[in-house]
């Protein structure tokens, strides 16, 4: 049985299957189109709220070395992700890397892993969204009904229609194309990285030298027993830790490492690229390096505006700039919040459906849902599926304690893609390489270690959910997945593999 559960498919099996007709995606992304989605996904909520909360919590006006810190943390994972994808460019990131590396079962795993992290990461970034929208429109003078727009802790049973309705426009978008895609994606990203601009343009004419005074703070900042937590951190983690010192700036890494996520996403769209073994490396890495050049820039600047110990836990770059006396600032900040979540949601969507279509065409789940559209060439199926699914869960379910959720599976992920560069470097040393990590096996042994690292950070009740999606994913295996695995028929003599190529 082991044998069995531990088969890997041959990178060159698994490229020929993307030729397939029924079940080829069309090739239409470039690597500023990758950079461009990379940027979109990352930049989000984390950099207009992490920001003051670990600020006030950790590390002060060094938030800005945790983000060095979270970055570096990133570009390990980052590394192993770019030689994967430009050497197995198909649809599915670790998932189809973790086939071609690890054997059938891990791949499952992974695969199930990944599609649970980026449901729920849509869901929960639409419910963001929708809150900032109904945020604008009460400082407009509207607002939504109590039933269309409920909240979490709200007395009043609800649908939230806004959270619903977007998640609903952004799977018509993506089942037309992917290149409609990613020109809205561009629009959107530059308003987002616009807003990101001028706040640390406006902001570094507003630093005061003594406001980095202390810059790693010692103790808490403020008086005992005030609250700080953010409401960010508890829905992303249930806790909200508080060190300080050099040691703050670490546990500051571990929270802002989340307004990381995403970049990974990017893998997941290697068939749909023109040249991946170039393309991929770069939209990896060079959206990594934006967003960390970014980041560290914007923590700088809104520390010198005002004093961490005062800073918003909820907005504070908005905050800041109505402190300094700018409150027009604020209002665009919040737009540009708004109108970049959008990004963050098409994308996350995206991920998980080419993620289901990998593991369909593969046989893991039913094959009915690996066939593109005759006109589009994209997985509508899936993504029509999973679209409704999570326009459900964004509109009715409160994700406070499932969200934690999505972390965990990041990391998961991190840690089997680093472990599949080492095997696939022994199983495969001839496969071409057109980027390969560098420093293999120290750069991957780094990566698992740092991403178990934060892991390790997360509360127990995270790694308690986290093994019963676990147990239920081993459970739809056995029953339907290993069954029905195409590349348990091809070796079975079922099924010939695709033209050209041979069992795994």
């Not at 042994?445 to 308690?464: D, G, K």
């Amino acid at each position: 049985m082991s044998s069995t559960l531990f088969r890997t498919k041959k990178v060159e099996q698994s490229i020929l299957d993307t030729e397939e007709p029924e079940h080829a995606l069309k090739k239409s992304l470039s690597a500023l189109d990758l950079t461009v989605f990379g940027v979109g996904v990352i930049i989000g909520t984390g950099i207009f709220v992490l920001t003051g909360t670990v600020a006030k919590n950790n590390a002060g006006p060094a938030t800005a070395l945790a983000f060095v810190a979270a970055g570096v943390a990133c570009a390990l994972a980052a590394l192993c992700y770019a030689e994967f994808a430009s050497t197995v460019p198909v649809a599915g990131s670790a998932y189809t890397f973790s086939y071609a590396s690890l054997g059938e079962l891990p791949a499952w795993i992974i695969g199930w892993d990944l599609v649970l992290e980026f449901a729920l990461g849509t869901a929960v970034v639409a419910v963001g969204w929708s809150g900032y929208i109904q945020s604008l429109m009460d400082n407009a003078g509207w607002s939504m009904p109590a039933a269309l727009g409920s909240r979490e802790g709200a007395d009043v049973f609800g649908f939230d229609i806004l959270a619903a309705a977007l998640v609903l426009v952004l799977t018509a978008i993506l089942v037309i194309g992917m290149k409609l895609s990613a020109r809205i994606t561009s629009v959107v990203v530059a308003i987002k990285v616009t807003v990101v601009l001028v706040v640390i343009v406006a902001g570094a004419f507003l630093i005061e030298g003594k406001n980095y005074d202390p810059f790693i703070p010692k103790e808490k900042p403020v008086e005992a027993g005030a609250s700080l937590d953010s409401p960010l951190i508890q829905l992303m983690f249930g806790w909200a830790p508080s060190n300080f010192g050099v040691m703050g700036i670490f546990t500051a890494a571990s929270v802002v490492f989340f307004a990381f996520i995403g970049f990974d996403v990017v893998a997941t769209a290697a068939e749909e690229t023109k040249n991946p073994q170039r393309d991929m490396p770069r939209g990896i890495l060079g959206s990594l390096v934006i967003c960390t050049t970014l980041y560290v820039l914007v923590s700088i600047v809104v520390t010198g505006m005002q004093h961490y110990s005062q800073l918003s836990v909820d907005a504070p770059l908005a905050d800041a700039f109505k402190a300094t006396g700018h409150p027009w600032y604020a209002g665009f900040i919040s737009f540009g919040a708004a109108v970049g979540l959008t990004t963050v949601c098409m994308i996350l969507l995206l991920g998980q459906t080419r993620v289901f279509f990998a593991m369909s065409r593969d046989g893991l789940l039913p094959r009915f849902f690996s066939r593109v559209h005759p006109r589009f060439k994209t997985p509508h199926r899936p993504t029509i599926l999973l679209g409704v699914i999570i326009a459900v869960l964004a509109g009715f379910t409160p994700l406070t304690e499932l969200a934690a959720l999505v972390n965990i599976g990041t990391l998961f992920a991190f840690v089997v893609v680093a472990i599949g560069v080492i095997i696939l470097r022994k199983s495969r040393p001839d496969l071409p390489r057109s980027f390969r990590t560098p420093w293999v096996p120290v750069i991957p042994i780094l990566s698992v270690c740092a991403s178990l690292w934060l892991m390790i950070n997360l509360p127990a009740e995270t790694w308690v959910r986290f093994a019963i999606w676990m147990a239920a994913g081993f459970l739809v295996y056995f029953l339907y997945g290993r069954n029905h695995s195409l590349l348990a028929r091809r070796e079975a003599g079922e099924e010939q593999p695709s033209a050209g190529g041979g069992t795994a």
